[in-house]
């Protein structure tokens, strides 16, 4: 990745159209080019245009600007699926594919931990850059917006949990070992954003504290001044009084 997709050379190249998607497309089918690489050399000429097909359909499902679309597609057909269909055989791939592809909080926490780290420093790592080029950031790429509870509930509640709710519809032997640990994630990252904002809550108060303590010593500070100013005048004024006294006598 590390390429702002509006404006990088490889949305460029593919004229803006899945330009991520298109070029491990393109990677891979250059590593099956390679005699030494090709594991489908002994594959016949027909075969092989079938098994790209494949390839590339699947590859492009994992943009997730077309999430929405793939998903709803399937929803329309789980129910009802057809074994014997291509077309709801494709439309379950894709959302198979999709699974594998965003699967990490589906893993033991001890896993999924240390990869999400690594994500998101991906992340800040590129939107560092695309702010030095002066290029459009995503918010939930900038380190100065984003963490670890803040990245993940909004993600987990509308994408995860929707994905695979749709492939429980067809598989719900699924729900205990891939669902749960979803919502089980979700409830730990809500938790921890509600630790952050209390510390933020703390924080703010003692800052709110600090200020008004600051402000209330500079006004005791001008307060003080006020007093000596009052004094010094009172004594002038006092002076002036016996002068004028003694003056008259």
Known sequence: SGINAEYG???VRYNDISPLENHHCAV????????????FQNVDKDTFKVIR????????STDMARHGEIVQNFKEIAKKFDWKDPINVK???????????????VRPFNVA??????????????????KCEGLPVASFMDRNKVTKPTAQIGF?????IPLYETLCELFPEIEPIMLQPLKDSYVYYESKKLEEDLAKDETDRNKTCKALLDEKIELEKKLAGAEKQISSLALVVTNSENV??????
């Open 9 to 11: 050379e490889l949305a």
């Open 28 to 39: 891979c089918f250059e590593i099956l080019a390679d005699p030494e690489t090709n594991i």
């Open 53 to 60: 097909q494949g390839i590339i359909d699947l590859i492009l």
């Open 91 to 105: 439309q379950l791939q894709a959302i198979m594919i999709k699974c594998c592809d965003i699967s990490n909080e």
């Open 113 to 130: 931990e240390p990869w999400l780290e690594c994500l998101l420093e991906e992340y800040f790592t590129q939107s560092d850059r695309e």
């Open 156 to 160: 987990i509640k509308y994408v995860l």
């Open 244 to 249: 004028s006294t003694t003056i008259h006598e």
